[in-house]
């Protein structure tokens, strides 16, 4: 994993979501560059031309939705800089891996608070075999990512397979704090969040 990202996933997992997400969008023209009419940005840096969209959920981890235009009208028909958005999807998953270690933490410490046969939950074998594989899916899916950047992958392909993988893997994440994981003001939110936000940056489909 390249400079770029580690500094990526660890602002991510230390300062989170929008601080994450506005360093991977660092350097970018996000309207210019959204593959949709939507894109989802830190709020306190949202395009000035831009109207927003709000959603509950987003907003209490600070991120919005900025109304990019058409992409037909933004650049007569041509797809968005392919170069450009492979980058910053990579970004993107690593900040979305921070996040996952960042509640992966959060999560081990939830359970050694919680008891089962007079014991943590946190050392029960079926947790920790859990909490393993997640650490091991974490650091498949950092390599992953950097595979994404071998010349001739088709790109948008791997990176939208990347980003459904972070996604299972926050499901794995989630299941840890059982049923408070979804409980809108649960820090587990940020997870829903993640995805919410990458469906609306990974383009879908064949390169071009």
């Given at each position: 994993m390249n400079a770029d990202l580690k500094q990526c996933e660890r602002t991510a997992r230390t300062e989170g979501l929008a601080a994450g997400l506005a360093l991977a969008l660092s350097g970018f023209d996000a309207l210019a560059m959204a593959p949709g009419r939507y894109a989802a940005v830190p709020a306190k840096t949202a395009p000035d031309a831009a109207s927003v969209?709000?959603?509950?959920?987003?907003?209490?981890?600070?991120?919005?939705?900025?109304?990019?235009?058409?992409?037909?009208?933004?650049?007569?028909?041509?797809?968005?800089?392919?170069?450009?958005?492979?980058?910053f999807g990579r970004r993107l998953a690593a900040v979305r891996l921070g996040l996952t270690r960042r509640l992966l933490d959060t999560a081990a410490e939830h359970l050694s608070g919680r008891?089962?046969?007079?014991?943590?939950?946190?050392?029960?074998?079926?947790?920790?075999?859990?909490?393993?594989?997640?650490?091991?899916?974490?650091?498949?899916?950092?390599g992953y990512?950097?595979?994404?950047?071998?010349?001739?992958?088709?790109?948008?392909?791997?990176?939208?397979?990347?980003?459904?993988?972070?996604?299972?893997?926050?499901?794995?994440?989630?299941?840890l704090f059982g049923a408070a994981g979804y409980i809108a003001d649960h820090p587990a939110r940020v997870l829903y969040v993640s995805a919410l936000v990458a469906s609306t940056w990974v383009a879908e489909g064949e390169d071009q």
């Open positions: 969209v709000v959603h509950s959920l987003a907003c209490a981890e600070d991120i919005v939705f900025a109304d990019c235009g058409s992409p037909r009208a933004r650049d007569a028909g041509a797809a968005p800089a392919g170069t450009e958005l492979a980058e008891s089962g046969g007079g014991e943590p939950l946190v050392r029960k074998q079926m947790v920790t075999g859990m909490i393993a594989d997640i650490v091991a899916g974490i650091e498949l899916l950092r990512a950097a595979f994404s950047q071998a010349p001739g992958t088709p790109q948008a392909a791997v990176l939208a397979d990347l980003h459904a993988r972070i996604a299972d893997l926050d499901t794995e994440v989630i299941r």
